[in-house]
């Protein structure tokens, strides 16, 4: 093993034992490279005031050269902060903006240590990360039955993780936290479980409430304390979009302390947030009462991110942080939430107006992009083809029953439309 990812293994067990124990063999054999073109490039950047001819970019006049075509477009933003390679672990600026953005808005964070969030390409990347440092073979990966598809490629298929799912909602339909309990406690012989929590949750809009809340970090806590380690990963993707009286920050912060077993995560990103989903930014947010363990889990990400991807798009990281800290920007996001909220509010209505009948029930959704109708007459897939064939309107059959319907990207005016036409679909296909 590399002397360096020895070092940073003896740092995290010094420390925690419990957390190297979480660490796959990836994980464990991480590094970041103190020697090399990076590191002989950083000194040079600090020492080399004549000529330096360390890393692969090329200069004109002093600046990074470019094409005219190209500024012209981007004429706002100074070379500089385009055309170089942005560090492994993402632009500075950025990562001090985003974690004062975070504490803003998540008031249990008050007090609790974690990390600098490190720069990813989006969220999907985010939780690759995660899946290497921490998930191997065999491994369980402990997510809701209602989940974003995903999860299976980046920890079951690519990491071999055995995916255990449980109901997310209960008999009541609220979050179904005793599920996830059972789903937890199931794995006291291996020792090792990995949480996904998504909210608001993909596909279904859902986020519940603190008390909640309350009773997952309890369940996590108890598995803790029943000598499991758990990392939990907050998957934070559609964090901000809370239309009622649900949660209103991340869980992230209710963990962030709770149990030396416990590693809490945090996947979010500008992608949904901040509405530039090809700009592709996101971040990875680790939490623990020790410094030597941050340091060290954020070079073992800095050494997958050298290993994968080398660094993340610089002008996308440039256009998020001038957004971030343009007076501006506070009041267009509200602006979009309002829009984003009055959507969700009309479908709602809609749903809730009796005029469609017994053909469906809906899950119950109060956030995000997207609301799940469960389908009692006819199959998903055979609705799902129907509207797409017959009327052009495209929506996602999850499963038999289950049909997303993304209002995110439906004008409120034409969401009566969309659903009527559903409803056309459903009693066509099912005969009632």
């Known amino acids: ?121 989006a969220l999907t990347h ?35 993780a055995e995916i255990v799912e449980y109901n997310l909602y209960n008999d009541e339909y ?32 859902y986020t519940p409430d603190k008390q909640d809340a309350d009773k997952i970090v309890a369940a996590i806590r108890e598995a803790a304390e029943d000598g499991i380690n758990v990392v939990v990963v907050a998957d934070d993707a559609y964090f901000g979009l809370f239309f009622e009286d649900s949660l209103q920050e991340s869980i992230f912060g209710q963990l962030a302390d709770l149990h030396p077993r416990v590693l809490a995560v945090k996947v979010d990103g500008a992608t949904k947030e901040e509405y530039v989903w090809g700009f592709r930014v996101g971040f990875v947010t680790y939490a623990s009462p020790s410094e030597a363990i941050l340091k060290a889990l954020e070079q073992k990400t800095m050494g997958i991110i050298r290993a994968t991807i080398s660094s993340c798009s610089h002008p996308s990281q440039t256009f998020v942080l001038h957004a971030l800290q343009s007076p501006e920007f506070a009041a267009q996001k509200q602006e979009k939430y309002e829009i984003m909220k009055g959507r969700a509010n009309r479908v709602k209505t809609l749903l809730d107006s009796g005029r469609y009948g017994d053909v469906w029930e809906y899950y119950p959704f109060n ?66």
């Open 1 to 121: 093993m590399n002397p360096l990812a020895q070092q940073l293994n003896e740092a995290i067990q010094q420390e925690n034992p419990h957390v190297y124990e979480m660490l796959s063999d990836i994980g464990q054999a991480i590094y970041f490279p103190k020697e090399g073109i990076l590191s002989q490039s950083a000194e040079a950047k600090n020492k080399a005031n004549k000529f330096n001819a360390t890393i692969g970019i090329a200069l004109e006049g002093g600046k990074p050269m470019h094409l005219k075509m190209i500024q012209d477009t981007l004429s706002a933003y100074q070379p500089k902060d385009l055309y170089p390679y942005a560090p492994p672990e993402g632009k500075p600026e950025l990562r001090s903006v985003w974690r004062e953005k975070m504490i803003e808005e998540n008031p249990s964070l008050k007090g609790k240590s974690f990390g600098n969030p490190v720069v990813t390409n």
């Open 126 to 160: 985010g939780l690759s990360i995660i899946a290497d440092l921490f998930v191997g073979a065999g491994d369980s990966v402990i997510i809701p039955n209602k989940n974003w598809e995903n999860y299976e490629l980046t920890f079951g298929l690519r990491r071999g």
């Open 174 to 205: 609220r979050f179904n936290s005793a599920g996830l309990r059972q789903a937890l406690l199931a794995q006291k012989d291996k020792g090792k479980a990995v949480v996904v929590l998504n909210f608001p949750n993909n596909p279904t809009g």
């Open 367 to 432: 956030s995000g992009y997207f609301m799940c109708l469960k389908l009692t007459t006819a199959s998903a897939e055979s609705v799902r083809v129907k509207l797409l064939d017959s009327y052009g309107i495209g929506t996602i059959a999850l499963g038999e029953s289950d049909l997303r319907v993304a209002f995110s990207c439906i004008e409120e005016e034409h969401l009566e439309e969309l659903f009527d036409t559903i409803h056309k679909a459903v009693v066509e296909v099912g005969g009632k």
